[in-house]
């Protein structure tokens, strides 16, 4: 049976979620602080449990964290020290490439428009691939004119995640025992439970698709380098990167392995070994790696995936479709919530 809420409750309710509302709604008005705010959140919540496991050793709070924010700095920085030069080095240099992609496109094009002009009599024309050169023209004008300003936004990032990342772990318990004071005692439990649930499924899946990125992006760099396949791990990187959008990712990651593969090797074995290549390192993912490290942790049925991952893209773009998932798996835990508060099941 449930107990009824009194007028005060109800009022402390509304002014809650109201300046709930209120402040989610104003972090969307600051980007460039928002954007790695959230960052910084999400690596602290990966990262956050080794604090305790390190106090163990009879460490104080404080030296703890400054243990484990070393330990974040060096494990993000050193690679990116190491690889920055390489990547950097391949950028640049596909810029002196693109012709000669373009030129295999012209050829490949004309080629089949031919075959199907001799076998039924209809005229293809050139529309179409001038069409689609001059989009992918306009498209990399544009990206090349954003990169001071990406520029920019990184270097920022660079200064400003790190600084977050380190008050999240030094105030965070004491910011989070601050907040729960506001929460109305009528939902507090419920709240805590939806907090703390959302928290771990959130840090569980980025560090379970951080892994996974890895993993794919590590076994096809490796394979290209072995066959030495020009841009390597520029190649590697974009299908790791990629891969964190569900299901359109690896799609997104292999395209430019294939347009590059077919313009420096044609329709040759080596262009074969870079098809299979690819073709192992996905079916590893989504045959084991997904499976044990992603699926399991968020817990949603493969269609309800599909249409979040659509819902996102839509609304939100790329980014959408990036963090349609956990928001999906958000909603089922409040929906599961909602459902037991309604019919007074327990759910704990």
Do not use: C
Request: proline share 5%; charged share 15%; aromatic share 14%.
């Amino acid at each position: 049976m449930q107990t009824a809420i009194s007028k005060q409750e109800k009022v402390r309710l509304f002014a809650f979620f109201l300046g709930l509302v209120l402040f989610l709604f104003s972090l969307s008005l600051f980007p460039r602080v928002t954007i790695p705010l959230s960052v910084a959140y999400v690596i602290s919540l990966i990262f956050n449990p080794l604090i305790p496991v390190v106090m163990r050793f009879g460490l104080k709070r404080s030296t703890s964290v400054n243990l484990v924010f070393t330990a974040i700095l060096f494990l993000f920085t050193y690679p990116l020290i190491k690889i920055t030069p390489t990547v950097t080095s391949e950028a640049q240099n596909v810029q002196y490439y693109l012709p000669k992609v373009e030129s295999f496109l012209k050829t490949e094009y004309r080629n089949i428009t031919e075959r199907i002009e001799k076998r039924t009599g209809y005229v293809v024309g050139n529309d179409l691939l001038d069409n689609s050169l001059s989009y992918g023209q306009k498209a990399t004008t544009e990206i090349l004119l954003q990169i001071p300003k990406y520029l920019g936004s990184i270097i920022e990032w660079i200064f400003l995640v790190p600084l977050f990342v380190f008050f999240i772990l030094k105030d965070g318990k004491s910011f989070k025992s601050n907040f729960l004071k506001i929460v109305p005692n009528s939902i507090f439990e419920r709240f805590y439970y939806l907090s703390h649930q959302f928290n771990r499924q959130l840090g569980d899946y980025i560090f379970a698709k951080f892994v996974e990125a890895s993993i794919v992006g590590v076994i096809i760099s490796t394979g290209l380098f072995i066959m030495d396949v020009r841009f390597a791990l520029l190649l590697g990187l974009v299908a790791g990167l990629t891969n964190v959008i569900p299901y359109l990712g690896p799609i997104l990651g292999t395209v430019p392995a294939i347009i590059f593969g077919l313009a420096e090797y044609g329709w040759g074995p080596t262009f074969g070994a870079i098809t299979v290549l690819y073709v192992v390192a996905n079916s590893i993912d989504i045959a084991l790696v997904f499976p044990i490290l992603v699926s399991k942790i968020v817990n949603l049925h493969p269609l309800m995936v599909v249409i979040s991952v659509i819902l996102g893209s839509t609304f939100f773009g790329v980014m959408g479709m990036v963090i349609s998932i956990p928001l999906a798996a958000a909603f089922k835990l409040i929906s599961i919530e909602i459902y037991n508060e309604l019919y007074g099941v327990k759910s704990r």
